[in-house]
C-alpha cells in the first residue's frame, strides 16, 4: 500500500477521501497549517514562511492537493479574493520547490480545479477543450492549473479534476439550499435556467482513487456527474426529495447580487459540463440521476 500526502485534508472532500484511503488501507498523511501536535499522521506547513514539513514529503508517493480557501464562504472582497489566488498558486508552486530541491519517491501528484474556469455557458456543453472565461473565477482557476503544471515539469504524473459542485449532507451547496426548503421557503434562484453540474461526494472521491490508480490517467478532467440540471430542476428535485413544496416563484438575481455582491456568480451564472473524458478513460459513475443522488444523500445515510 502507498503512503498518501493530503493537502486540505481537514475540509470536506479531504475528510471523505482520508477516510476512503486508509479503508484500503493506505498511510494518510495530513499537511495543514494547524496541526494537533498528538497526531502523528499530521505535519505542518506554513505558505507564507516557505516552509513544508520535511517528514511530510520523505516518504510519500502520492499527493492529493486540495488546498485552497472557500469560494462561497466569503464576500469577495479584493483582499479575500487575493486569498482565494494564493491559497491555490502559492502552496502549489511551494510544494513543486519542495520536490525539486529535496530528493522524494511521489510519482503522482492529483489536484482539483473548478468548472468555474468555462464561465457563465448557457445551455452549451463544455468540455476539457472549450474556451475559458475571463472572468474572475476563470482567471483564478487558469493561474490555478498553470501552478499545477509545475508538477509535470519535475516529472510527476498529474492529474487535474474541475471540479462541479460536490454534493454532501456535510457541508458545501447542499446544506445550504436545504435549509429554506425544509422551513418551506424554496424556490428556484435567478432565472432558474442556469446549469448546476454536480458530482455526489462518493463519485468524487472514488475519481480521486481512480486516477491514483490509473498510471495511464494524465491530465485535465472535469469531475462532473454526466447529467447536469438547471437550477429549477435541482430546487424541484430536493424540494421533492424534502417532501416540501416549491414556491413558484424565483429569488430575483438581484436580491441575490445584493446580497452577495460579485460572488453572486456562482449561483446566478452556470456551466453544462460534459463529463465524456472521464468517462471514456474507463470511470463509471455510481450516480448520475441527480433524484437518486439527492435521495442516497439526503435520506438513505439517516
Given at each position: 500500500m502507498s503512503t498518501i500526502l493530503i493537502t486540505g485534508g481537514t475540509g470536506l472532500l479531504g475528510s471523505a477521501l482520508k477516510n476512503a484511503l486508509e479503508k484500503d488501507g493506505h498511510r494518510v498523511l495530513i499537511l495543514t497549517r494547524n496541526f494537533p501536535t498528538e497526531r502523528p499522521e499530521y505535519f505542518h506547513w506554513n505558505v507564507?514562511?516557505?516552509?513544508?514539513?520535511?517528514?511530510?514529503?520523505?516518504?510519500?508517493?502520492?499527493?492529493?492537493?486540495?488546498?485552497?480557501?472557500?469560494?462561497?464562504?466569503?464576500?469577495?472582497?479584493?483582499?479575500?479574493?487575493?486569498?482565494?489566488?494564493?491559497?491555490?498558486?502559492?502552496?502549489?508552486?511551494?510544494?513543486?520547490?519542495?520536490?525539486?530541491?529535496?530528493?522524494?519517491?511521489?510519482?503522482?501528484?492529483?489536484?482539483?480545479?473548478?468548472?468555474?474556469?468555462?464561465?457563465?455557458?448557457?445551455?452549451?456543453?463544455?468540455?476539457?477543450?472549450?474556451?475559458?472565461?475571463?472572468?474572475?473565477?476563470?482567471?483564478?482557476?487558469?493561474?490555478?492549473?498553470?501552478?499545477?503544471?509545475?508538477?509535470?515539469?519535475?516529472?510527476?504524473?498529474?492529474?487535474?479534476?474541475?471540479?462541479?459542485?460536490v454534493l454532501s449532507p456535510k457541508g458545501g451547496m447542499l446544506k445550504e439550499v436545504q435549509k429554506p426548503v425544509k422551513l418551506f421557503a424554496g424556490s428556484a434562484m435567478g432565472s432558474g435556467q442556469q446549469y448546476v453540474s454536480w458530482i455526489h461526494i462518493d463519485d468524487m472521491v472514488r475519481m480521486l482513487i481512480y486516477a491514483m490508480k490509473n498510471e495511464s490517467v494524465k491530465g485535465t478532467f472535469n469531475a462532473a456527474a454526466p447529467e447536469p440540471v438547471t437550477n429549477k430542476a435541482f430546487m424541484q428535485s430536493l424540494a421533492h426529495t424534502l417532501h416540501r413544496p416549491l414556491w413558484p416563484f424565483n429569488v430575483p438575481s438581484q436580491l441575490i447580487s445584493i446580497m452577495m455582491g460579485e460572488k453572486a456568480e456562482i449561483i446566478l451564472e452556470g456551466q453544462r459540463v460534459s463529463s465524456k473524458k472521464i468517462i471514456s478513460s474507463g470511470f463509471n459513475f455510481n450516480f448520475t440521476h441527480i433524484d437518486s443522488a439527492l435521495h442516497n444523500l439526503l435520506l438513505d445515510r439517516e
Open positions: 507564507e514562511a516557505g516552509f513544508v514539513d520535511p517528514n511530510a514529503l520523505n516518504e510519500t508517493d502520492v499527493i492529493f492537493h486540495l488546498a485552497g480557501a472557500s469560494i462561497a464562504e466569503k464576500r469577495w472582497t479584493p483582499k479575500y479574493k487575493k486569498v482565494l489566488l494564493e491559497s491555490r498558486t502559492l502552496t502549489s508552486a511551494l510544494i513543486a520547490d519542495r520536490l525539486r530541491d529535496f530528493p522524494n519517491r511521489v510519482k503522482t501528484v492529483i489536484a482539483t480545479s473548478a468548472i468555474g474556469v468555462y464561465g457563465n455557458t448557457g445551455d452549451q456543453w463544455v468540455d476539457e477543450n472549450s474556451t475559458q472565461s475571463s472572468g474572475f473565477l476563470g482567471e483564478l482557476c487558469r493561474k490555478w492549473e498553470k501552478e499545477l503544471m509545475r508538477f509535470d515539469g519535475i516529472g510527476k504524473r498529474v492529474v487535474i479534476l474541475r471540479t462541479g459542485v
